[in-house]
């Protein structure tokens, strides 16, 4: 059985569908090459931050993390990845639990106790359509306090301190005045 097809036709129209195939492929992998720009972004700026960082799918897995959290737990990264988040939090022990932040209620903060480590923790949903992960973030509170510090020696080396003090607030009352 034959077809009787125009062969220029069917020239053309594979060479039609191969020009696609080809800008299509050269649209992935660019799409890929600025995927992998913005991976390594996300790795520059995590381990850059100061905090503890661990975010975890809806399987209660970790599936990032950052080198801060392994400098204040002391746990390897490998060994952090794809481990069940609830057996690593599990070490934490909750010394003041959730502060609920009024404006966002999605958040939470906590603080707990680690290696005899004051921790605070943040937690906060990232919700889409397909996915509920959770972000963590860990900061050791000597950490705030000590930049607190420093930020009020600053603070009162250039003058900014108050003036007053409730000390130098004077009253009467006018139950004690009979007269």
Known sequence: MELDLDFNY???????????LLETSRKIVKIHEQSEILRKNQEAILDMID??????????KI???NRSIEKL????????????FDEFFSKFKCIKPEVQDMK??????SIYSYNSKKILVNIVPV???SVKNHVY???????????????????SEKGHTAKYSFDDIWSQSKKNNTA
């Open 10 to 20: 069917l020239e053309s129209f594979a060479t039609y569908y191969n020009n696609l």
């Open 51 to 60: 905090e503890g960082i661990v975010c975890v799918d809806q399987n209660s």
């Open 63 to 65: 599936i990032l993390a």
């Open 73 to 84: 737990t002391n746990i390897s990264l490998d060994s952090l990845k794809n481990k069940n």
């Open 104 to 109: 966002e209620s999605t958040r939470s903060s």
């Open 127 to 129: 919700d889409s359509p």
């Open 137 to 155: 973030s860990f900061r050791d509170i000597s950490k705030i306090q000590r930049l607190e510090e420093t930020l009020r020696i600053k603070l």
